[in-house]
Nanobody
Framework: VQLQASGGGLVQAGGSLRLSCAAS????????MGWFRQTLGKEREFVAA????????YYSDSVRGRFTISRDNAKGTVYLQMNSLKPEDTADYYC?????????????????WGQGTLVTVSS
């Protein structure tokens, strides 16, 4: 499974960005998907996740109410809509796929990772 993340960039505080992650696999609809982020010197942290069906979504406390995760199984793509961005949201954002994960907030539940896409929020 190859995951290709895109959509990062530079935005002012209060602005919005939408990240995309395309999967090169026909079984995308069977995968739970998640977004994580990491800044230099810190551990990678959970941001958001969506189950294979799209029915259940999960968010970290720091982004709940501002970010929305969604998926389009027909396109094999998961999205992260980020609104009301803050300077502390600046990080490399990674998408990940989980085949059988039960706790999608945990990094170890994911089997496949994409490359990061950098989001920079200026104050």
């Amino acid at each position: 499974v190859q995951l290709q993340a895109s959509g990062g960039g530079l935005v002012q505080a209060g602005g919005s960005l939408r990240l995309s992650c395309a999967a090169s696999v026909r079984t995308f609809r069977n995968l739970h998907m998640g977004w994580f982020r990491q800044t230099l010197g810190k551990e990678r942290e959970f941001v958001a996740a969506v189950t294979w069906s799209g029915y259940s979504t999960y968010y970290s406390d720091s982004v709940r109410g501002r970010f929305t995760i969604s998926r389009d199984n027909a396109k094999g793509t998961v999205y992260l809509q980020m609104n009301s961005l803050k300077p502390e949201d600046t990080a490399d954002y990674y998408c990940a796929a989980s085949r059988y994960g039960t706790n999608l907030r945990v990094i170890g539940e994911y089997n496949y990772w994409g490359q990061g896409t950098l989001v920079t929020v200026s104050s």
